[in-house]
């Protein structure tokens, strides 16, 4: 059976130009575009995967909205998590159900959201960022997506250390991830995973270099490229453009080191 929207919903509407619209839906509201108007009426109480027209008769599809539209569609001042990195970094964090994470730098909230939504329903998320506008700009964002209640925000530098202790994994996208991986590693469990997000080299270095002299296991640095295609049978090929290079992810685990043991574990 086809779920029902209902009023608070938000729905995801594509026109024939594939042009995107998240619409949270609400008894009495009309949904405008330049192909004309639809009702939110005309969506509360109907199921989705199907098509319903503008009073221009133009068409639109009527689906639920990915994780990946929900966090395209934030409101955002600085630049957010790429869905190809985000995923990615879910999968390497072993985020799950009840897990409970740490994110510093938390920004315009895109990856707060996609971290919430893996660790929903019996999870938490604490994010902590030391501006507070850009807190309360993610704190609508999260609110808007029905997200906010997986998640703390901290307004707190990270210099200060992070308040949770013993978290499953703790993610940093910070200018200088390296200065912080004390805080970090008082932070994680035994075993904890830990990953950092910069988008240039010489970052790469420094934070591998500072790795170095602590606890840090499975060390591995990534950089993920995606190339989409027309979809067209009859004339497959590359999209003209490419999101090509976004950032570099370093991965690494906590490893606790027992009383008197002479070094750490080979990387």
């Known amino acids: 059976m086809s779920r029902v929207a209902q009023a608070g919903d938000r729905v995801l509407l594509i026109d024939r130009r594939h042009k995107r619209h ?18 939110h009426d005309a969506l509360i109480g109907h199921p989705y995967g199907r098509q319903v027209h503008t009073h221009l008769g133009e068409p639109f599809t009527v689906l639920q909205p990915s994780i990946a539209d929900l966090a395209k569609a934030v409101r955002r001042t600085t630049q957010i998590v790429y869905p190809k990195d985000s995923g990615y970094i879910l999968m390497r964090l072993n985020v799950h159900a009840g897990a409970r994470i740490i994110e510093g730098g938390t920004g315009s909230g895109s990856l707060t959201m996609v971290l919430a939504h893996g660790v929903m329903p019996t999870g938490h998320v604490y994010t902590y960022e030391r501006r507070p506008e850009m807190s309360a700009l993610a704190a609508r964002n999260l609110a808007k997506v029905g997200l906010d209640r997986y998640v703390t925000l901290h307004v707190r530098d990270i210099a200060d250390g992070f308040v949770e202790e013993d978290v499953d994994a703790v993610f940093l996208d910070v200018r200088e991830p390296w200065l912080y991986l004390e805080q970090a590693q008082r932070a994680l469990t035994g075993g904890g995973f830990f990953g950092a997000l910069v988008p240039t080299t010489n970052q790469v270095s420094a934070l591998l270099a500072a790795m170095q002299a602590g606890p840090w296991y499975d060390v591995d640095v990534v950089e993920l490229l995606l190339r989409r295609y027309k979809p067209n049978p009859e004339r497959l090929r590359p999209e003209d453009r490419m ?3 976004t950032a570099f992810l370093i991965f690494a685990r906590y490893v606790k080191m027992s009383v008197g043991a002479d070094s750490a574990p080979a990387p």
């Open 22 to 39: 998240i619409v949270t839906l609400e008894p009495g509201r009309t949904f405008h575009t330049d192909r004309g108007v639809i009702p």
């Open 243 to 245: 999101v090509a290079h």
